[in-house]
């Protein structure tokens, strides 16, 4: 069988080895449990093949040895976890699936800033979009009621766009969910802007805004506005480096969220086509 892919919730942690996490049950030496948080190798299972030693392109694991292991008695160690870029390569060439990448949860003040974030993304969006629709706009202004209703169906689509692309282009990790692309998409609303997620998110909670007309909208949306930009410049350094100098190509052709400069380059490399 696989590693458990809850081994966090259904194991506990029992130990650490040079300050990697070791989850139990282990009974030396046919039991070993798992070593790692985030790039976490069932010991159990590994047969010592080195596929996740050749494939690593951050070099994070080292040899351990395990003597008297039924399987094998050297082991794929994740020595350098928090290097992990989440290509996903080793669990992909594992041949008995040993290895499992986790995304790690923001922590400190970014966790706090996500938690704010989505606080007030929930209470903005919705919230805006009711009042205006079962109360109408607060100012009345009919014209702008319904630029913000096309705004709100352009922000869903590019949402939703980013998830279809990355199901159909980005390669997800087999039994993994849309986000562990392992192929870097440019194309469909990739070629527009680079965070069509995030864009849409904006326009979303820019369109609220207009739909209720209401200060209230106003004052909650402005903050989850301005942290998206935070949020983006966090995940372009992560995209730096997992892709390397192809997302810096990448970024050197298409914007990151301008979405008439994006439009704009899309339609002049269309005509060069």
Known sequence: MPIDPKFQ??????????????????????????????????WDIC??????LETCPEQLY?????PNHPLSEKKAFPARESDCVQCYKCEIECPVRAIRIIYPAPAGWLAWLGWLTF????????????????FGPSLSLQTLFYIGCVILVLGLLFVFSSLMYFRRRGKPVEGRGVMATTVLVESGTYGIVRHPQFLGAVLMMCASILI?????????????????????????????AKFGDDYKRYMR??????LFLGILRAVERKKED
């Open 119 to 134: 606080i007030l993304l929930f209470l903005q969006l919705p919230g805006g979009v009711i009042y205006g629709v079962i």
């Open 9 to 42: 919730k259904n194991r506990t942690k029992v130990g650490t080895e040079t300050d990697i996490a070791i989850w139990g049950p282990t009974d030396p030496p046919e039991t070993l449990g798992i070593r790692g948080t985030y790039v976490a190798v069932d």
């Open 62 to 66: 080292d040899w351990m040895v395990t």
């Open 47 to 52: 047969t010592g093949c080195g596929a996740c």
């Open 253 to 258: 052709r298409v914007p990151r969220m301008n």
């Open 212 to 240: 209720s007309q209401h200060w209230f909208f106003v004052l909650v949306g402005v903050p989850p506005i301005l942290s998206m930009h935070i949020w983006v410049q966090n995940s372009e350094e992560l995209l730096i």
